[in-house]
């Protein structure tokens, strides 16, 4: 599959797939490199070939579907006069640590 920085996803989220994004788990930095998922939906229901291979052999946790991370960077939008893609950043982890959106 195919890895995106975190930097990728937050800037360019429009070419992104539609699914759930994959990181190591490990300390993030905007550098650190991730994949999505598979559509789901295109396996039988006991797989999880549409998971991204490090999920299995390297710990790989699921962080955030690519609406839900479009909405983290709508709220910030709605904020920040001028957002930059390390407050998208710091809005991101805080919505994947506290399931809820970072005031600013």
């Known amino acids: 599959m195919r890895t995106y920085s975190v930097r990728e996803v937050l800037e360019s989220l429009d070419k992104m797939p539609d699914s759930w994004f994959y990181l190591p788990n490990t300390i993030w930095t905007l550098e650190t490199k991730g994949a999505f998922s598979l559509d789901g939906r295109d396996f ?18 699921e962080t955030l579907d690519t609406p839900m991370i479009q909405d983290v960077i709508d709220y910030t939008n709605q904020q920040l006069p001028s957002p930059t893609t390390e407050d998208y950043f710091k809005a991101f982890k805080f919505y994947y640590e506290n399931d809820a959106f970072l005031e600013f």
């Open 44 to 61: 039988p229901p006991d797989s999880n070939g549409y998971l991204p291979p490090q999920v299995a052999s390297e710990g790989w946790v």
